[in-house]
């Protein structure tokens, strides 16, 4: 057996599990912690990674990736935020099938808007140089743009849990699913709350739109399959769970990585393979082990 290799597909399902997390830590924000269900959560991915691959392509590798992971996650969450004033405040009292199917309309709408203003062709960029080389650990060549990706996956891991568990926000966040009512009767504005965890959700998705635009061709069908893979992750994990939607993004990405070894194509079944032995072992996911928070 290829031991190298076998550590660089590790590394690799790590790293591709670090922007699965990015995604899916957003969409379990809005569902598990606001009970809102957005769809096109991938929608917002696949702009980040076009408007950064642009900044990329116009200022060079090494300036144009310093000013998308600056600027583009927080422009997308600008512009989540406004659409969660002008849609989907409108359709809250409907339930999760008027968000279902509000959500849906913007992902197609948002999809075309992308072709149209991007265009449909594939892009591809280089590592910036920041991020680029190697790093000798034990024998076994780790790449630092994918190491790079576990220090970003990390932190913001952290700075969830620390909201979420450790602070005055995480506990009206909470409330606010509970009992929106009696929250908005002690002066809590509530509106206001699932507009900034909406932009924070977006914000997340952004930062891995721009993160993975080093990993590979940037399409226009990449909004449908990061969703429905950060759905999967949410379901293994356990809805609302930060630690539990860490461990099974990992876990997934690591199986799909692994399985591109001796699978040609398909990988993607192995996805949702794990999903299904996840929930036959534990019906509630991960969070029964690495805890809600």
Request: with cysteine.
């Amino acid at each position: 057996m290829n031991w190298q290799l076998l550590g660089a597909q590790l590394l690799a399902g790590v790293a591709n599990g670090g922007l699965y997390f990015l995604v899916a830590s957003g969409l379990t924000l809005l569902w598990g912690a606001m009970g809102v269900v957005n769809l096109a959560h991938g929608s917002f991915f696949m702009l980040a990674a076009f408007a950064g691959a642009t900044c990329i392509r116009l200022l060079g590798p090494g300036a144009g990736f310093v000013v998308a992971i600056l600027a583009v996650p927080a422009v997308v969450a600008l512009f989540a935020s406004a659409l969660e004033l002008s849609l989907f405040r409108r359709v809250y009292a409907s339930g999760m099938w008027g968000q279902l199917l509000v959500s849906f309309g913007l992902m197609l709408l948002l999809n075309n808007g992308i072709r149209i203003v991007f265009g449909t062709e594939p892009l591809s960029m280089p590592v910036p140089a920041q991020l680029s080389g190697f790093v000798e650990f034990g024998g076994v060549r780790l790449a630092s743009y994918q190491l790079a990706v576990l220090a970003v996956t990390g932190s913001v891991a952290v700075f969830l849990w620390l909201l979420l568990a450790k602070s005055r926000t995480g506990r009206l966040i909470r409330a606010a699913v509970d009992d929106p009512q009696m929250l908005e009767a002690v002066g809590v504005d509530v509106k206001r709350l699932r507009t900034v965890v909406m932009g924070v959700a977006a914000m997340l998705a952004g930062i891995a739109g721009v993160v993975a635009v080093p990993r590979g061709a940037i399409n226009t069908g990449m909004d449908v399959q990061i969703v429905v893979i950060a759905f999967a992750v949410i379901v293994v994990g356990g809805l609302g769970a930060i630690w539990g939607t860490l461990a099974a993004a990992l876990l997934i990405g690591v199986a799909e990585a692994l399985s591109t070894m001796v699978l040609d194509h398909g990988s993607e079944i192995v996805i949702f393979a794990v999903m299904v032995v996840v929930l036959v072992l534990r019906p509630t996911g991960l969070r029964t082990i690495a805890g809600r928070a």
